[in-house]
């Protein structure tokens, strides 16, 4: 009888642990019980009930994409099937997507004792990566529920979206009650979103053993700067496209609303917080001179993707329209230079798959009425080793911002690096393969991709979840076999 159900052999192995190396080394990767039991150099394969031969591949730990909507455009069982196809096609193997209550999503209010268990209903058995969720507390009655949340479901982590008060998901609104479906009696604002703070704070003290974990995040971004220049940027009318965009939700508003969130952490002395898919120079220079003004508070900062590999120029068509806004090209460098200077902490997808008919809607040339997002956890791993490589990021350095960091902050503790105890999840990465990105490549139910035609030097061969192989020689396989994963403790 086998003792080892799977070995991985002859694979480079890419530890976020591990000194930056130019060349990882050669080992095998043992697994039983969906969990790593071994390490080394020439295990021996006649005890393993199934060998896969990594060929030399880089073997980097499934990639935790901290920030994903599954169910924002559609439904979310639906969702859930197709887009973690297509997060397994990028070498991610956990996936953290973003829940609330209001128009979008489930399309209701009210409790998250009700909300969320039907979340997880529509979930189940329909993923093919492991998944967890953070949730939004759009209401005071949420915030209440802090506690409740924590305990029931291992969910530790918050969300404030700071543009909501006064700005729609796609642009200027007028309905936000309506569209937040809170009590009329509510507001979504400045003041709401210190309560929550204190409410992710209250939580920390009580809940102690979970309290390491518990940490909010924020979409940074300010409603009425971006109301303002939305109407600025309209009567000029000389943008279009994707620049006009980016000029209505201009980069210090992004700015502005970090240094409005550092310090109410500060003053609410909530220490984990997260900024969410910076996207320009300003937006990062505001943090990072929070983090001096606040050393007590410790921030986090993430950068997506898209940011990284596109800009207004180069993205292609208003299918690129995201919040916030894809920048100037100068932008793109001032992410990239912080991200070597180690001024990044997690690079996500912020993947929201958005079908054509209601990205583009009747108007195609119109970018204020197109949906905002679009899908891109395909090509996270690849992206970020083909780019990165070439601007000098190590290999462990990319390991550390897919999978390490955000799985120790988001307490995710058997997931993160290839290490024994750890859960079984491995991407294998050709690093010298030529390819084009097509949408009608990628397993997400998403027609087009701003990144339509962008010449990759990376590519995701194999993937695998808890030792299960959901992603083979550029296909997915199998049954959807992820599970939710509480978290904290």
């Not at 929550?196 to 979970?210: D, H, P």
């Not at 958005?354 to 809607?361: A, I, P, T």
């Not at 690849?382 to 780019?387: Q, T, Y």
């Not at 397993?443 to 979840?465: C, I, K, L």
Request: proline letters at 4%.
């Amino acid at each position: 009888m086998a003792t080892t159900e799977l070995l991985i052999k002859n694979v480079r192995v890419v530890r976020p642990e591990d000194p930056d190396t130019a060349q990882p080394a050669l080992l095998d990767i043992a697994v039983n019980d969906g969990k790593i039991v071994r390490v080394a150099a020439d295990l021996p394969a006649d005890d393993a009930a199934r060998v896969v031969d990594g060929r030399g591949l880089l073997a980097f730990p499934g990639v935790v994409d901290a920030h994903q909507h599954w169910g924002i455009y559609n439904e979310l069982s639906e969702d859930t099937r197709t887009e973690s196809r297509a997060s397994a096609q990028g070498g991610v193997t956990t996936s953290l997507t973003y829940m609330r209550t209001g128009q979008y999503y489930l399309n209701k209010g009210g409790s998250y004792r009700d909300f969320f268990p039907e979340v997880l209903s529509l979930s189940e058995g329909n993923a093919y990566v492991d998944y967890a969720y953070h949730l939004a507390p759009m209401s005071s009655q949420h915030i209440e529920e802090i506690p409740f949340l924590v305990e029931e479901f291992g969910v530790t982590s918050f969300k404030i979206f700071m543009f909501y008060g006064s700005h729609g998901l796609h642009g200027r609104s007028t309905s936000q009650s309506d569209f937040l479906m809170i009590p009329p009696d509510e507001r979504y604002d400045i003041a709401h979103f210190e309560f929550v703070m204190r409410g992710v704070q209250q939580a920390r003290e009580i809940l102690t053993e979970y309290a390491p974990h518990i940490s909010l995040s924020l979409h940074c971004e300010t409603a009425e700067i971006m109301t303002a220049y939305t109407k600025l940027v309209e009567q000029d009318g000389s943008l279009t496209g994707l620049r006009a965009y980016s000029a209505s939700r201009p980069p210090h508003s992004e700015g502005l609303a970090v240094t409005i969130a550092s310090y109410l952490a500060h003053e609410t002395q909530l220490p984990n917080i997260n900024l969410l898919h910076l996207s320009s120079e300003k937006a990062l220079s505001a943090a990072l001179t929070m983090q001096k003004a606040f050393p007590h508070i410790d921030f986090r900062r993430e950068v997506t993707i898209g940011h990284l590999l596109a800009d207004v120029d180069t993205a292609v068509g208003i299918g690129g329209k995201v919040n916030p806004p894809l920048r100037e090209r100068e932008d793109v460098e001032a992410l990239w230079r912080h991200m070597l200077a180690g001024d990044i902490d997690w690079v996500v997808s912020d993947h929201a798959c958005c079908r054509d008919e209601l990205k583009f809607g009747a108007d195609r040339g119109d970018v204020f009425l197109a949906k905002s997002g679009f899908g891109g956890a395909e090509y996270l791993l690849p992206g970020l080793v083909g780019e990165g490589t070439k601007r000098g990021l190590s290999l462990q350095r990319i390991a550390q911002l897919l999978s390490a960091n955000p799985a120790q902050r988001y307490g995710l503790r058997n997931k993160g690096t290839i290490a024994e105890g750890y859960d079984a999840d491995i991407a294998l990465v050709d690093p010298n393969v030529q390819w084009t990105v097509r949408a009608a490549d990628s397993e997400s139910t998403q027609e087009y991709t701003p990144f339509e035609g962008f010449d990759m030097t990376a590519r995701v061969t194999d993937t695998f979840v808890r030792g299960n192989q959901v992603f083979a020689d550029g296909k997915v396989v199998g049954a959807p076999i992820g599970r939710f994963v509480r978290r904290g403790r």
